[in-house]
Protein backbone atom coordinates (compact mmCIF):
# COMPACT_ATOMS: atom_id res chain seq x y z
CA UNK A 1 0.00 0.00 0.00
CA UNK A 2 2.50 2.94 -1.05
CA UNK A 3 0.28 5.39 -2.84
CA UNK A 4 -1.38 7.32 0.21
CA UNK A 5 -1.88 11.08 0.86
CA UNK A 6 -1.89 12.24 -2.49
CA UNK A 7 1.72 11.73 -3.21
CA UNK A 8 2.62 10.15 -6.65
CA UNK A 9 2.32 6.25 -6.31
CA UNK A 10 5.29 4.71 -6.05
CA UNK A 11 6.65 0.96 -6.15
CA UNK A 12 7.97 -1.24 -3.33
CA UNK A 13 11.80 -2.37 -3.72
CA UNK A 14 14.95 -0.93 -4.07
CA UNK A 15 15.76 2.60 -4.45
CA UNK A 16 12.13 4.80 -3.57
CA UNK A 17 11.60 6.82 -0.24
CA UNK A 18 8.64 4.57 0.65
CA UNK A 19 10.66 1.47 0.41
CA UNK A 20 10.19 -0.77 3.41
CA UNK A 21 13.32 -1.43 5.41
CA UNK A 22 12.54 -4.73 6.67
CA UNK A 23 12.06 -6.16 3.51
CA UNK A 24 15.59 -6.15 2.48
CA UNK A 25 16.22 -9.30 4.44
CA UNK A 26 13.45 -11.70 3.55
CA UNK A 27 13.93 -10.27 -0.56
CA UNK A 28 17.70 -11.09 -0.22
CA UNK A 29 16.35 -14.69 1.46
CA UNK A 30 13.92 -15.28 -1.16
CA UNK A 31 15.91 -14.43 -4.66
CA UNK A 32 18.41 -16.99 -3.07
CA UNK A 33 16.45 -19.67 -1.81
CA UNK A 34 13.10 -19.65 -3.80
CA UNK A 35 13.08 -21.48 -7.37
CA UNK A 36 9.46 -22.76 -7.53
CA UNK A 37 7.48 -21.46 -10.07
CA UNK A 38 4.87 -20.41 -7.68
CA UNK A 39 5.72 -18.69 -4.33
CA UNK A 40 2.57 -18.06 -2.09
CA UNK A 41 4.05 -14.72 0.43
CA UNK A 42 2.12 -14.49 3.79
CA UNK A 43 1.78 -12.97 7.13
CA UNK A 44 -0.26 -10.66 8.81
CA UNK A 45 -1.77 -7.60 6.94
CA UNK A 46 0.09 -4.66 7.20
CA UNK A 47 3.60 -5.82 6.88
CA UNK A 48 4.64 -5.89 3.19
CA UNK A 49 3.28 -8.77 1.04
CA UNK A 50 2.84 -7.10 -2.09
CA UNK A 51 5.56 -4.29 -1.80
CA UNK A 52 7.87 -8.04 -1.67
CA UNK A 53 5.86 -9.63 -4.30
CA UNK A 54 7.18 -6.51 -6.84
CA UNK A 55 10.42 -6.20 -5.22
CA UNK A 56 10.90 -9.93 -6.15
CA UNK A 57 9.39 -9.46 -9.70
CA UNK A 58 11.61 -6.19 -9.74
CA UNK A 59 14.66 -8.60 -8.98
CA UNK A 60 13.89 -11.89 -11.48
CA UNK A 61 12.91 -8.98 -14.44
CA UNK A 62 16.59 -6.66 -13.78
CA UNK A 63 19.09 -6.58 -16.38
CA UNK A 64 21.62 -6.17 -14.49
CA UNK A 65 23.80 -9.09 -15.70
CA UNK A 66 27.14 -7.77 -13.89
CA UNK A 67 25.08 -9.00 -10.50
CA UNK A 68 24.66 -11.37 -8.84
CA UNK A 69 20.41 -11.75 -8.53
CA UNK A 70 20.47 -11.79 -4.84
CA UNK A 71 22.23 -8.08 -5.21
CA UNK A 72 18.82 -6.96 -7.49
CA UNK A 73 17.12 -5.59 -8.32
CA UNK A 74 19.43 -2.92 -9.06
CA UNK A 75 17.01 -0.03 -9.45
CA UNK A 76 18.89 1.48 -12.61
CA UNK A 77 18.75 -0.82 -15.74
CA UNK A 78 15.77 -0.31 -18.48
CA UNK A 79 13.63 -2.75 -16.78
CA UNK A 80 14.00 -1.41 -13.13
CA UNK A 81 13.00 1.61 -15.12
CA UNK A 82 9.94 -0.12 -16.49
CA UNK A 83 8.97 -1.77 -13.44
CA UNK A 84 8.78 2.25 -11.86
CA UNK A 85 6.87 3.54 -14.45
CA UNK A 86 4.30 0.20 -14.18
CA UNK A 87 4.99 -0.74 -17.74
CA UNK A 88 6.95 -3.24 -17.91
CA UNK A 89 6.01 -5.57 -20.29
CA UNK A 90 6.42 -8.70 -18.68
CA UNK A 91 5.10 -7.93 -14.92
CA UNK A 92 1.20 -8.00 -14.90
CA UNK A 93 -0.28 -7.14 -11.46
CA UNK A 94 -3.83 -8.84 -10.72
CA UNK A 95 -5.55 -6.72 -7.94
CA UNK A 96 -9.49 -6.52 -7.41
CA UNK A 97 -10.60 -3.27 -9.05
CA UNK A 98 -11.61 -1.83 -5.35
CA UNK A 99 -8.25 -1.92 -4.05
CA UNK A 100 -6.79 -0.66 -7.62
CA UNK A 101 -6.56 3.07 -6.56
CA UNK A 102 -5.09 2.71 -2.45
CA UNK A 103 -2.59 0.00 -3.86
CA UNK A 104 -1.11 2.80 -6.56
CA UNK A 105 -1.98 0.26 -9.29
CA UNK A 106 -4.86 2.02 -11.32
CA UNK A 107 -3.09 2.08 -14.20
CA UNK A 108 -1.09 -0.50 -15.95
CA UNK A 109 -1.59 -4.07 -15.06
CA UNK A 110 -5.29 -6.17 -14.64
CA UNK A 111 -6.03 -5.27 -17.96
CA UNK A 112 -8.86 -8.19 -17.76
CA UNK A 113 -10.76 -7.14 -15.29
CA UNK A 114 -13.01 -5.76 -17.60
CA UNK A 115 -12.43 -2.40 -16.17
CA UNK A 116 -13.42 -0.62 -19.47
CA UNK A 117 -17.43 -2.20 -19.76
CA UNK A 118 -20.56 -0.80 -17.72
CA UNK A 119 -18.55 2.39 -16.45
CA UNK A 120 -20.98 3.04 -13.47
CA UNK A 121 -20.66 -0.27 -12.09
CA UNK A 122 -19.26 -0.93 -8.06
CA UNK A 123 -15.97 -1.70 -8.57
CA UNK A 124 -15.26 -5.56 -7.53
CA UNK A 125 -13.90 -6.85 -4.46
CA UNK A 126 -13.36 -10.04 -6.15
CA UNK A 127 -10.33 -11.01 -8.84
CA UNK A 128 -12.49 -12.10 -11.15
CA UNK A 129 -12.20 -15.08 -13.64
CA UNK A 130 -11.75 -12.76 -16.61
CA UNK A 131 -8.45 -11.24 -15.05
CA UNK A 132 -7.65 -14.53 -13.86
CA UNK A 133 -8.32 -16.01 -17.78
CA UNK A 134 -6.07 -12.70 -19.25
CA UNK A 135 -3.26 -13.40 -16.79
CA UNK A 136 -2.86 -17.15 -17.69
CA UNK A 137 -3.08 -15.91 -21.47
CA UNK A 138 -0.11 -13.43 -20.88
CA UNK A 139 1.88 -16.03 -18.96
CA UNK A 140 1.40 -18.30 -21.74
CA UNK A 141 3.16 -15.87 -24.59
CA UNK A 142 6.78 -15.61 -25.37
CA UNK A 143 8.78 -12.88 -22.46
CA UNK A 144 8.74 -9.64 -24.51
CA UNK A 145 12.53 -8.95 -22.82
CA UNK A 146 14.06 -12.43 -22.51
CA UNK A 147 13.99 -12.90 -18.71
CA UNK A 148 10.51 -14.53 -18.05
CA UNK A 149 7.65 -13.13 -16.82
CA UNK A 150 5.98 -12.54 -13.86
CA UNK A 151 2.04 -12.35 -12.39
CA UNK A 152 1.54 -10.90 -8.89
CA UNK A 153 -1.83 -11.47 -7.74
CA UNK A 154 -2.93 -9.82 -4.36
CA UNK A 155 -4.59 -10.48 -2.41
CA UNK A 156 -5.10 -13.95 -3.97
CA UNK A 157 -7.67 -15.27 -1.33
CA UNK A 158 -9.83 -12.61 -3.25
CA UNK A 159 -9.83 -14.98 -6.26
CA UNK A 160 -13.76 -16.49 -6.24
CA UNK A 161 -13.94 -19.77 -6.46
CA UNK A 162 -14.41 -20.25 -10.35
CA UNK A 163 -11.17 -17.76 -10.67
CA UNK A 164 -9.31 -19.75 -8.43
CA UNK A 165 -10.28 -23.17 -10.09
CA UNK A 166 -9.05 -21.67 -13.84
CA UNK A 167 -5.60 -20.47 -11.72
CA UNK A 168 -5.39 -23.74 -10.13
CA UNK A 169 -5.20 -25.34 -13.64
CA UNK A 170 -2.28 -23.37 -14.91
CA UNK A 171 -0.54 -24.46 -11.60
CA UNK A 172 -0.60 -27.62 -12.20
CA UNK A 173 0.53 -27.51 -15.93
CA UNK A 174 2.62 -24.63 -16.41
CA UNK A 175 3.25 -23.40 -19.35
CA UNK A 176 5.91 -21.24 -20.73
CA UNK A 177 8.47 -19.41 -18.89
CA UNK A 178 6.03 -17.32 -15.74
CA UNK A 179 6.66 -17.61 -12.21
CA UNK A 180 3.50 -16.70 -10.00
CA UNK A 181 3.67 -14.62 -6.84
CA UNK A 182 0.68 -14.97 -4.83
CA UNK A 183 -0.11 -12.46 -1.87
CA UNK A 184 -1.93 -13.10 0.87
CA UNK A 185 -2.54 -12.14 4.77
CA UNK A 186 -5.66 -14.64 4.77
CA UNK A 187 -4.21 -17.99 3.43
CA UNK A 188 -6.59 -20.34 5.42
CA UNK A 189 -9.27 -18.52 2.48
CA UNK A 190 -7.31 -20.08 -0.73
CA UNK A 191 -7.61 -23.39 -2.40
CA UNK A 192 -5.45 -26.03 -0.28
CA UNK A 193 -4.46 -27.23 -3.97
CA UNK A 194 -3.56 -23.84 -5.03
CA UNK A 195 -1.56 -23.59 -1.41
CA UNK A 196 0.29 -26.93 -2.10
CA UNK A 197 1.49 -25.95 -5.43
CA UNK A 198 3.75 -22.86 -3.91
CA UNK A 199 6.71 -22.86 -2.23
CA UNK A 200 5.56 -20.43 0.97
CA UNK A 201 7.45 -17.32 1.93
CA UNK A 202 6.39 -16.38 5.53
CA UNK A 203 6.65 -12.58 6.03
CA UNK A 204 6.14 -11.90 10.09
CA UNK A 205 5.81 -8.58 11.63
CA UNK A 206 8.98 -6.81 11.39
CA UNK A 207 10.91 -5.56 14.81
CA UNK A 208 9.43 -2.85 16.52
CA UNK A 209 12.35 -0.80 16.08
CA UNK A 210 12.54 -1.11 12.72
CA UNK A 211 8.66 -0.15 12.02
CA UNK A 212 9.06 2.90 14.67
CA UNK A 213 11.97 4.26 12.57
CA UNK A 214 10.08 3.65 9.17
CA UNK A 215 6.69 5.33 10.76
CA UNK A 216 8.66 8.53 11.97
CA UNK A 217 10.35 9.14 8.35
CA UNK A 218 6.66 8.89 7.33
CA UNK A 219 5.72 11.77 9.78
CA UNK A 220 4.15 9.67 12.53
CA UNK A 221 4.56 11.09 15.68
CA UNK A 222 4.82 8.73 18.44
CA UNK A 223 4.97 6.06 16.44
CA UNK A 224 5.17 3.15 18.92
CA UNK A 225 1.14 3.81 20.36
CA UNK A 226 -0.46 3.32 16.51
CA UNK A 227 2.64 0.67 15.79
CA UNK A 228 0.01 -1.20 18.86
CA UNK A 229 -3.15 -0.17 17.85
CA UNK A 230 -2.24 -1.96 14.67
CA UNK A 231 -0.66 -5.41 16.05
CA UNK A 232 2.77 -4.19 15.02
CA UNK A 233 1.63 -3.70 11.62
CA UNK A 234 3.36 -0.26 10.49
CA UNK A 235 1.29 -0.09 7.25
CA UNK A 236 -1.86 -0.29 8.82
CA UNK A 237 -0.21 2.03 11.80
CA UNK A 238 0.30 4.40 8.98
CA UNK A 239 -2.96 3.96 7.30
CA UNK A 240 -4.38 5.01 11.17
CA UNK A 241 -2.33 8.30 10.79
CA UNK A 242 -3.55 8.56 7.24
CA UNK A 243 -6.77 8.75 8.26
CA UNK A 244 -6.35 11.47 10.75
CA UNK A 245 -6.07 9.08 14.19
CA UNK A 246 -2.61 10.08 16.30
CA UNK A 247 -1.33 8.66 19.08
CA UNK A 248 -3.80 10.93 21.32
CA UNK A 249 -6.83 9.94 19.95
CA UNK A 250 -6.20 6.69 19.94
CA UNK A 251 -5.09 6.47 23.75
CA UNK A 252 -8.31 8.75 24.40
CA UNK A 253 -10.72 5.90 22.44
CA UNK A 254 -11.29 3.85 25.83
CA UNK A 255 -12.56 6.07 28.03
CA UNK A 256 -14.78 7.74 25.45
CA UNK A 257 -16.42 4.29 24.47
CA UNK A 258 -16.84 3.59 28.05
CA UNK A 259 -18.77 6.76 28.22
CA UNK A 260 -20.90 5.64 25.70
CA UNK A 261 -20.03 8.39 22.97
CA UNK A 262 -20.34 7.18 19.77
CA UNK A 263 -18.90 10.37 18.36
CA UNK A 264 -16.00 8.49 18.72
CA UNK A 265 -15.87 6.77 15.79
CA UNK A 266 -17.99 9.36 13.67
CA UNK A 267 -17.05 9.27 9.91
CA UNK A 268 -15.27 5.83 10.63
CA UNK A 269 -16.39 2.59 8.09
CA UNK A 270 -17.84 0.05 10.03
CA UNK A 271 -14.89 -2.59 9.63
CA UNK A 272 -12.55 -0.41 11.18
CA UNK A 273 -15.21 0.94 13.72
CA UNK A 274 -15.75 -2.98 14.80
CA UNK A 275 -11.98 -3.19 14.58
CA UNK A 276 -11.18 -0.53 16.92
CA UNK A 277 -13.84 -1.64 19.34
CA UNK A 278 -12.77 -5.12 18.88
CA UNK A 279 -9.44 -4.19 20.30
CA UNK A 280 -10.53 -1.89 23.41
CA UNK A 281 -13.15 -5.52 24.11
CA UNK A 282 -9.95 -7.75 23.88
CA UNK A 283 -7.71 -5.76 26.02
CA UNK A 284 -10.10 -4.47 28.73
CA UNK A 285 -10.77 -8.61 28.77
CA UNK A 286 -7.48 -9.33 28.69
CA UNK A 287 -6.71 -7.25 32.18
CA UNK A 288 -10.40 -8.98 33.42
CA UNK A 289 -8.52 -12.37 33.59
CA UNK A 290 -4.82 -10.99 34.76
CA UNK A 291 -3.47 -10.88 31.64
CA UNK A 292 -1.26 -7.87 29.45
CA UNK A 293 -3.09 -5.26 26.88
CA UNK A 294 -1.91 -5.67 23.26
CA UNK A 295 -3.19 -2.55 21.45
CA UNK A 296 -3.34 0.09 24.36
CA UNK A 297 -1.53 1.18 27.83
CA UNK A 298 -2.75 -0.24 30.46
CA UNK A 299 -3.47 2.74 32.35
CA UNK A 300 -6.45 3.73 29.51
CA UNK A 301 -8.44 1.00 30.33
CA UNK A 302 -10.48 -0.40 32.89
CA UNK A 303 -9.22 -3.25 34.69
CA UNK A 304 -12.17 -4.07 36.54
CA UNK A 305 -14.99 -4.67 34.43
CA UNK A 306 -17.07 -7.60 34.48
CA UNK A 307 -15.63 -11.01 32.03
CA UNK A 308 -19.62 -12.30 31.03
CA UNK A 309 -20.21 -8.61 30.16
CA UNK A 310 -17.32 -8.81 27.77
CA UNK A 311 -17.72 -11.94 26.35
CA UNK A 312 -21.56 -10.94 25.28
CA UNK A 313 -20.17 -7.52 23.78
CA UNK A 314 -17.36 -9.49 22.01
CA UNK A 315 -19.85 -11.97 20.29
CA UNK A 316 -21.95 -9.04 19.38
CA UNK A 317 -18.96 -7.70 17.79
CA UNK A 318 -17.90 -10.73 15.76
CA UNK A 319 -21.12 -11.01 15.21
CA UNK A 320 -21.45 -7.57 13.32
CA UNK A 321 -18.06 -8.32 11.99
CA UNK A 322 -19.22 -11.38 9.89
CA UNK A 323 -22.04 -9.73 8.07
CA UNK A 324 -20.44 -8.29 4.93
CA UNK A 325 -23.25 -5.46 3.53
CA UNK A 326 -24.76 -4.74 7.27
CA UNK A 327 -28.98 -3.88 6.77
CA UNK A 328 -28.37 -1.18 8.72
CA UNK A 329 -27.30 2.36 8.54
CA UNK A 330 -23.30 2.61 9.71
CA UNK A 331 -24.33 5.25 11.92
CA UNK A 332 -26.99 3.31 13.66
CA UNK A 333 -25.16 -0.02 13.84
CA UNK A 334 -22.38 2.00 15.45
CA UNK A 335 -24.13 4.01 18.21
CA UNK A 336 -25.75 0.18 19.12
CA UNK A 337 -22.45 -1.32 19.35
CA UNK A 338 -21.00 1.97 21.66
CA UNK A 339 -23.91 1.75 23.69
CA UNK A 340 -23.40 -2.19 24.40
CA UNK A 341 -19.84 -1.06 25.07
CA UNK A 342 -20.51 1.38 28.04
CA UNK A 343 -22.32 -1.38 29.76
CA UNK A 344 -19.36 -3.73 29.47
CA UNK A 345 -16.85 -1.51 30.25
CA UNK A 346 -18.37 -0.53 33.46
CA UNK A 347 -16.93 -1.92 36.09
CA UNK A 348 -19.94 -4.62 37.86
CA UNK A 349 -21.73 -2.57 40.72
CA UNK A 350 -20.73 -5.37 43.20
CA UNK A 351 -17.30 -4.74 42.81
CA UNK A 352 -17.21 -0.70 42.05
CA UNK A 353 -16.86 1.95 45.05
CA UNK A 354 -21.14 2.90 44.61
CA UNK A 355 -21.63 2.48 41.77
CA UNK A 356 -18.80 4.91 40.34
CA UNK A 357 -18.40 2.75 37.38
CA UNK A 358 -15.12 3.47 35.59
CA UNK A 359 -11.52 3.06 37.87
CA UNK A 360 -9.49 4.94 35.06
CA UNK A 361 -6.29 6.85 36.21
CA UNK A 362 -6.12 9.56 33.24
CA UNK A 363 -8.51 11.62 31.06
CA UNK A 364 -6.29 11.75 28.07
ZN1 LIG B 1 17.78 -3.60 -12.71
Not at 49 to 59: D, S
Not at 65 to 86: E, F, H, I, M, T
Not at 151 to 165: C, D, L, Q, T, Y
Not at 269 to 286: F, G, M, Y
Request: glycine share 12%.
Amino acid sequence: MSARGGEAPEQGGAGDDRELPWLAAPLRHTLETRQAHALLIHGPGGVGQFELALALAKGWLCEANDRPLVDRPCGRCASCKLQAARSHPDLLVLVPEALRESLGWDLGGGEGDDAGEGGKRKPSKEIRVEAVRAAIAFATTTSARGLGKVVVVHPAERMNEIAASAFLKTLEEPAGDARFLLCSAAPGGLLPTIRSRCQEVVLPVPPARDAETWLTRQGVAQPGVLLAASGGQPQEALELAERGIDAKYWLALPQRIAVGDATALQGWSLPSAVDALQKICHDTASLACGGAPRYFPRDRLNGDADLGALLRWSRELGRVAAEVDHPWGVDLAIESLVGQGREALKTPRSRGRSGEGLSLNSTG
